[in-house]
């Protein structure tokens, strides 16, 4: 367990704020600044401490450095029946997912659904924002995108595909909305980071060394080891996983004129994008199915009631940890933390902190 | 491994025909029963002997039983935009897929895209074949099932999912298609049924007994033990095989008007479906997106090309195991068995015999 006093609560609002004046002062116009801060704090209330405003000083030198355009042209490039391809002109991707996921939600009440690709992109953030935004257009919402290679195909020991996240947001009624919001390995790279900052060893399964060997180190990934996709193994599945992360890279990045596989640009400002790159940028995959096309969407939403309802009242393993349904954690966090503050890691504070003094404006105060 | 001796080789085409005459005795039209039968031999070429005419016989006693109607009258129930949903009338899957998938493929000029649901049917045979119609079209396709319920949600102990597949299917130019086919739980159905033919131990990780502990005894499936889903056990990942499983759930089932979780139909006809069903039959879902509303096709299918080609070469973990593409054992399958013929278990080849006896009609020939 993390350990309480290494964290101060910050107000939802207040970090709202301030995180928009950093995307302001960074040079994006005050719109672009407010939805970037949005989708990181979105992040932070569903309790994804990763994809928050942690992000947010990597963002800044991704900037400092030109890789991320904070005044993007962004153009469509091809929009076709249902189907609409961007080219983000190297936007932040918590940027040109909601641009590129507004054109998708266009098309519901006349086509039924909508995608569209994004090449020339960078981070989204996390892929449920994207999705959910379906939700209130009685859709089902999807989402997906590549990342930086961290992880070795089923058989392999190169990095060849990131921990890309499938999303899936679909809604009831009186229940909370189902969303799936999975990476495709089976442990995200901030779970090992918190180990290695504990000197903890992670399960055997979810990281091999450099000469593939399962290893319970977590340095091992520093080393030039590789994530594991979901699965881990021959006899876990291991190809399924591979599958899966496949899956998102060829509709991110081959779809979307984006690059994929080993060449998609890493996402730290240390690290040069490898040379003779087949696409732009990272790239993203997000649309939406109109429910009402199937079925008439409250019928839909009292039987998803239902099937929720059926799957929390299944028989547990131990009745102290009942079945839960995809998202109801986020869903709980998010209520715990709109009331009770943010809590930033005193690391992330430090780190904003010197954020803030670099381009003159204040850092707020703890709730 | 199997033993060699337990197999007889037959012609993909004779079997072919075979199965055609089965299912015109048992009360399909002419065309149906071909298709049927193409279904099924497209497995067995493919090597998914689990879903090829093995099936058969299972299915005759669902016809007799009056669970699969051989002479359905198919209603689409509705039909707006890219979305349409169809009651199969308890039609086989094998009939009733090809037709949602048909509507959603007659879709994809003027509007990108085409996705149908299907309540009140019954089993499908592999999701490939149903995506992998796609194909031609330069599409991408996507299919999902439903099953009997076998596997239990992460936390649980209660049967409240099937294997549940998904496939997505994407075309290339020069190399074969990239073709995802997988079920959602770790291991599927036949591969304990095999372990426990040979009274051999399974893997930990795909099994749990009534009282949700893992188990390596094939056997437990039979005494209320459950699959697991996906990534086995909390540190595997098992939220992730469950998320995606109640996907193909809510997709197939909810969305349908078709049963799901607990209640989907069982395959064999010796159960009865349980009371107080919320749908009809089970459901699948099947659909596709045109690939040139992103990119012109030509240009999409050399980046496939690029992709698997970068793939196949990437840094194996034992240079006698290269890395491989999802569908790609499969592919190489089929030639082999189009030359070399099908083989088929002696238990199945007798359960065929007392088809053939049954209906009057003769078994074919081994090659």
Chains 1, 2 share one sequence.
Not at 50 to 57: F, P
Not at 141 to 164: D, I, Q
Not at 319 to 348: A, F, Y
Request: with cysteine; hydrophobic share 40%.
């Amino acid at each position: 367990m993390e350990i309480a006093n290494e964290y101060r609560h910050f107000d939802a609002n207040e970090l709202n704020d301030f995180v928009s004046r950093i995307f302001c002062e960074k040079g994006f116009g005050k719109s672009d600044a407010l939805l970037c801060s949005q989708v990181l704090i979105a992040a932070d209330l569903r309790g994804i401490d990763s994809h928050g405003v942690a992000r947010l000083s990597g963002y800044c030198r991704l900037i400092d450095i030109g890789r991320i355009n904070p005044k993007p042209n962004i153009k469509v490039l091809r929009n076709k029946g249902i189907n609409c391809s961007i080219d983000a002109d190297a936007a932040i991707g918590l940027v040109s997912a909601p641009f590129a996921m507004d054109i998708a939600l266009d098309k519901l009440e006349i086509m039924g659904g909508g995608f569209t690709t994004i090449c020339n992109s960078n981070h989204f953030g996390i892929a449920a924002y994207h999705a959910m935004k379906a939700l209130s257009f009685d859709a089902i919402g999807f989402s997906m995108t590549n990342a930086s290679p961290l992880v070795s195909p089923a058989r392999g020991k190169e990095r060849m595909l990131g921990t890309n996240p499938i999303c899936l947001a679909v809604p009831a009624n009186l229940q909370i909305p189902f969303v799936l919001d999975m990476a495709t390995s089976t442990a995200a790279n901030g779970k090992l980071e918190i180990a290695s900052r504990k000197k903890q060893e992670i399960p055997l399964g979810w990281l091999m060394d450099q000469n593939g060997h399962a290893s319970v180190n977590p340095n091992e990934l520093k080393n030039k080891g590789n994530l594991l996709p979901l699965g881990s193994d021959k006899d876990g599945g291991v190809h399924k996983g591979y599958g899966l992360s496949a899956w998102v890279d060829i509709f991110s990045g081959v779809l979307s004129g984006a690059n994929y596989g080993p060449w998609v640009p890493p996402f730290v400002s240390f690290l040069n994008p490898i040379a003779n790159q087949p696409g732009k940028g990272l790239g993203h995959f997000v649309g939406a199915w109109a429910i009402d096309g199937f079925m008439e969407p409250k019928t839909f939403k009292a039987r998803m009631d239902h099937w929720i309802k059926r799957f929390k009242e299944s028989t547990p393993i131990d009745t102290h940890e009942p079945v839960i349904i995809p998202g109801e954690l986020e869903h709980n966090q998010q209520i715990n933390r709109l009331k009770n503050g943010i809590p930033l890691h005193t690391e992330v504070i430090a780190d904003l902190k010197v954020l803030a003094k670099s381009l003159k404006t204040t850092f707020i105060h703890e709730k």
